[in-house]
Nanobody, 127 residues
Framework: QVQLVESGGGLVQAGGSLRLSCAASGFIHRQYAMGWFRQAPGKERELVAAINWNGITYSADSVKGRFTISRDNAKNTLYLQMNSLKPEDTAVYYC?????????????????????WGQGTQVTVSS
């Protein structure tokens, strides 16, 4: 049984930074695709960033240059460093794992592809 537990969310002013962590327990195969999604009220859950087993990363256009995803395989932990935060980044952020791994074209973009989810952590950016 895989469990994902996020931490690090909170309230921050625009322009500030936060670092989210996702601690994974249970069997996590190194080839699982790991990603961060977010969901704002009234909006669909969207992939923000993803990383594959050998460290190749993907970032959505909306966060490119501001957010950085990383993983520490020894600690079974996924991170999302968020800089230059904007009010539109306000959402619940979720950590997710996809057993199928990355596609040839990159990470699975749809939330439906992911098998395991954390409970989410709220990020609120004030203007």
């Amino acid at each position: 049984q895989v469990q994902l537990v996020e931490s690090g969310g909170g309230l921050v002013q625009a322009g500030g930074s936060l670092r989210l962590s996702c601690a994974a327990s249970g069997f996590i195969h190194r080839q699982y695709a790991m990603g961060w999604f977010r969901q704002a009220p009234g909006k669909e859950r969207e992939l923000v960033a993803a990383i594959n087993w050998n460290g190749i990363t993907y970032s959505a256009d909306s966060v490119k240059g501001r957010f950085t995803i990383s993983r520490d395989n020894a600690k079974n932990t996924l991170y999302l460093q968020m800089n230059s935060l904007k009010p539109e980044d306000t959402a619940v952020y979720y950590c997710a794992a996809d057993k199928a791994g990355w596609l040839q074209s990159g990470p699975p973009l749809s939330a439906q592809s992911y098998d395991y989810w954390g409970q989410g952590t709220q990020v609120t950016v004030s203007s």
